[in-house]
């Protein structure tokens, strides 16, 4: 049930909310099929999409709910927006609320731009004289003001979503409820958004989005919840719910450390029986946030005397660019002698400052001389993931000062 009530400065109150849909194992989708089959009944199962979910947000406050793929976000969403109606519990929202849950549902694909943004614009909420007005500057912040007389059916998927999320935005609403609506359009355009959703929590809206972009949650919401099969399992700082949900989105591949197999790539004369990354606290894992101590670890098997051995580390992108390469021999520090039977393991640490993504490790076991000398050889059988809620946009994020002056005078 959906219903408006005063709240004082609660703005949406989520209370024991439930949502189970009803799948068919198999269904029947023409007259034929049931024609031959009059007697075959579908079976169903019960899928619960929301389990007692209970939260509060308050007015003028910016609310993530993120999660993974099946986890109930958007469901959530329309129970909210009144599009679903809920098995159990009841949902009160204050004020006019605006929902950003399919951005162009509605458009006529066989009008011109202006036709579709005045019927959008009444269906949302505003009066045909307001919608006309407010046309120009709809246009104008798409950008398509040199496409406004094409029919829609002619326009890209980009130039779609951008006329969509224009429109949107021009809604006078207390609460606007947004789904997935901030990968629209090219960089400029998503600045765009950006700046407006700054906007709107700067005067007030109380906004509850719905997003898979860590960085997003970072840095708009002031609280935020993470479902996971329809329940609530996190709530409560941005950073730390993102934190939460990189975990648990990145665990499920949660590759345990990699052991060698196979025979080997170089001289025979030592192999590497084992690799693996390690946090600061020796704990071995798969996932490492970004700026927090990251350890390789290779155990090495010497079946023969071996002078001065030293080990190489390559940490290889998803695109195969190796982003930071180490080695024990830095400067061609000398490792000593080692007989044949001895074990040893040889380890690289350093701050993590990798962007966030997956990286393959390549170990080399060399032999320092005149030149470098293969002796084996790991060859991406180590995998990791960084994850971060923030990203600059390069292939390591430096820590960076920056500053700004006012009034420097420059001397005559």
Known sequence: MLRSTDSGRTAIRVDGVAKTFRIPEEAMHTLKER???????????????????????????????????????????????????????????????????????????????????????????????????????VIEFAELEEFQELKLKNYSSGMHVRLAFSVAIQVDADVLLIDEVLAVGDASFQQKCFDVFNRLRDEGKTIVLVTHDMGAVSRFCHRAILLEKGEIVAEGDPEAVANDYLELNFNREGAAPATRAGGWRGSGAARIVDAWCESSDGAQTAMFRQGGELRFCARVEFLEAVDDPALTVEFENAEQVKVLVGSTAYDEERSGRFEAGEQATFSLEFTNVMAPGRYNVIATLSRLGHRLELIDRSDREVSIVVTATRAQGGVVDVPIRASIERGVEVAP
């Not at 958007?74 to 609320?97: E, F, H, P, Q, V």
């Open 35 to 137: 024609a031959l089959h009059p007697l075959r009944r579908s079976g169903h199962h019960q899928f619960k999409a929301l389990e007692n979910v209970s939260f509060d947000v308050r007015d003028g406050e910016f609310f993530g709910v993120v999660g993974r793929n099946g986890s109930g976000k958007s469901t959530l969403l329309k129970c909210m927006a009144g599009i679903y109606a809920t098995d159990r519990g009841n949902i009160w929202i204050t004020g006019r609320m605006s929902p950003f849950i399919e951005l162009g549902v509605g458009f006529n694909p066989d009008l011109a731009a202006r036709d579709n943004v005045v019927l959008n614009g009444i269906m949302l909420g505003l009066s045909p004289r307001e919608a006309r007005a407010r046309y120009d500057h």
